[in-house]
């Protein structure tokens, strides 16, 4: 704003003044009902759930740990299957069902690479094979 000269422009002044503080006023209402919103409890959790499932470190860790959970649960069905009247067998399962869950979550990445480059394998084989029949 330059120098007012007149009561016309003081007047256009005050009510470009007034219009830019409505204007500064319902931007703060707005951003204090955003900060409202985000500071509920219930939203905090929401976000931080959401956060969380969203981290890709958890998801590699789920992924492995339930690879982990599922070998050791075949190994030990297939080795000791389902005994019950023998609990040195079953002591026994559940130490290798621990193991090998051990051993597949520490190595999952590269039984994953592997897994998928025998389905990949497999695959392009198949493929192969159908485009001989035709």
Not at 6 to 15: G, M, N, T, V
Not at 43 to 70: C, F, Q, W, Y
Not at 97 to 117: E, F, H, K, P, Y
Not at 127 to 134: D, L, M, T, Y
């Amino acid at each position: 704003m330059g120098k007012i000269n007149s009561i016309k422009e003081l007047k256009e002044a005050i009510l470009e003044l007034e219009i830019k503080q409505k204007e500064d006023e319902r931007l703060l209402k707005e951003q204090f009902m955003i900060a409202y919103e985000r500071l509920k409890p219930i939203n905090m959790i929401k976000n931080s759930v959401k956060n969380l499932i969203t981290s890709p470190e958890l998801k590699d860790h789920l992924i492995s740990s339930t690879i982990g959970l599922a070998a050791g649960y075949l190994t030990k069905k297939a080795v000791v299957g389902s005994t019950r009247h023998h609990p040195l067998k079953q002591i026994l399962g559940a130490f290798l069902q621990m193991g090998v869950t051990n051993l597949v979550t520490q190595n999952s990445d590269g039984i994953q690479s592997r897994v998928a480059s025998l389905i990949s394998g497999f695959l392009s084989k198949r493929k192969a094979n159908r485009k001989n029949e035709e």
